[in-house]
């Protein structure tokens, strides 16, 4: 079964870095593109990032594009996603989620999640 | 970027019920969008899609169907697990974009 771990959420000053890391299990990582979607509190879904299983397509969305840079290590079996810059809009729980085909199309499985507060 | 508007915000159905929840996307998607189920505390899960493909494991009572700019998501018998919010998001074009959100209550 296909599992998805995040980790390294926490808080952080506005300005500030962070690194998230999604661990997965239970299949082959390097076949599928993975992908970051946020929730801010109360809110929706946003989508946020998606790369390639070989890291040759990255994609963000505009609202992080020049701050957040998302990277895997298919010899580790985990996803990253360095946050940079970081501003209270970014407040959110960011989940990991597999592509089962192509990149950035539906996600299934996701992880649970891991909290990012910005804050002063 | 593709605006997904969902209807309604709030649905209110006793279970048992059918629910009939719309998606609609402000240019075409053709078949490219999915639906999920998020449930409070927990991540979401994917229910549909192609518009209409149930993902594994997903019971018959939940169903996909329209194409282009309209889109239903029907739950033919709700049951208690089924209160809950459902996104639409389409991956025709980028960035993906998901709906706002319907979140199904017990009436």
């Known amino acids: 079964e296909a599992q998805l771990a995040e980790s390294g959420g926490g808080l952080v000053k506005p300005g500030g870095s962070l690194r998230l890391s999604c661990a997965a299990s239970g299949f082959t990582f390097r076949g599928y593109s993975m992908n970051w979607v946020r929730q801010a509190p109360g809110k929706g879904l946003e989508w946020v990032s998606s790369?390639?299983?070989?890291?040759?397509?990255?994609y963000y969305a505009d609202s992080v594009k020049g701050r957040f840079t998302i990277s895997r290590d298919n010899a580790k079996n985990s996803l990253y996603l360095q946050m940079n810059s970081l501003r209270a809009e970014d407040t959110a729980v960011y989940y990991c989620?597999?592509?089962?085909?192509?990149?950035?199309?539906?996600?299934?499985?996701w992880g649970q999640g891991t909290l990012v507060t910005v804050s002063s | 970027e593709i605006v997904m508007t969902q209807s309604p915000a709030t649905l209110s159905v006793s279970p048992g019920e059918r629910a009939t929840l719309s998606c609609r996307a402000s240019?075409?998607?053709?078949?490219?969008l999915a639906w999920y189920r998020q449930k409070p505390g927990q991540a979401p899960r994917l229910l549909i899609y192609?518009?209409?493909i149930r993902a594994t494991g997903i019971p018959a009572r939940f169903s996909g169907s329209g194409s282009g700019t309209e889109f239903t998501l029907t739950i033919s018998s709700l049951q208690s697990q089924d209160f809950a919010v459902y996104y639409c998001?389409?991956?025709?074009?980028?960035?993906?974009?998901f709906g706002q959100g319907t979140k199904v209550e017990i009436k």
């Open positions: 989620a597999r592509d089962e085909v192509g990149v950035g199309n539906w996600f299934d499985p």
């Open positions: 998001q389409q991956y025709n074009n980028w960035p993906r974009t």
């Open positions: 790369i390639s299983g070989s890291s040759s397509y990255i």
């Open positions: 192609g518009a209409s």
């Open positions: 240019q075409s998607v053709t078949s490219n």
